[in-house]
């Protein structure tokens, strides 16, 4: 059983800088064999990829968030989080943690087995 639980959402002004954590709870094995990610959901809108990162910490992100935004992991806590700066009002949407044993393409949601409740990040102008 995995359970995978956010934290370090908010409200912040444009151009402010937030980090989001994701714990992964994982009964009898590690995550660090799996592909953890972070999506992402503005109201009225589709859900789409923001960062995952690899086993071997390879990393992927969204065109929009690429040079603002940083995913990482610590595999000895099952913990990855995303360092979120330069923040804009467009990245204002619910955050998820995703996470998957047999993911092949990070940017697909419907790889991934097991997400978090998710977290909200509010960006003002």
């Known amino acids: 059983q995995v359970q995978l639980v956010e934290s370090g959402g908010g409200l912040v002004q444009a151009g402010a800088s937030l980090r989001l954590s994701c714990a992964a709870a994982v009964s009898g094995r590690t995550f660090s064999a799996g592909v953890m990610g972070w999506f992402r959901q503005a109201l009225g809108k589709e859900r789409e990829f923001v960062a995952a990162?690899?086993?071997?910490?390879?990393?992927y992100y969204l065109d929009s968030v690429k040079g603002r935004f940083t995913i990482s992991r610590d595999s000895a806590k099952n913990t990855i989080y995303l360092q979120m700066n330069s923040l804009k009002p467009e990245d204002t949407a619910i955050y998820y943690c995703?996470?998957?044993?047999?993911?092949?393409?990070?940017?697909?949601?419907?790889?991934?087995?097991?997400w978090g409740q998710g977290t909200q990040v509010t960006v003002s102008s």
């Open positions: 995703a996470g998957g044993f047999r993911v092949t393409r990070p940017g697909a949601a419907d790889e991934y087995d097991y």
């Open positions: 990162i690899s086993w071997s910490t390879e990393d």
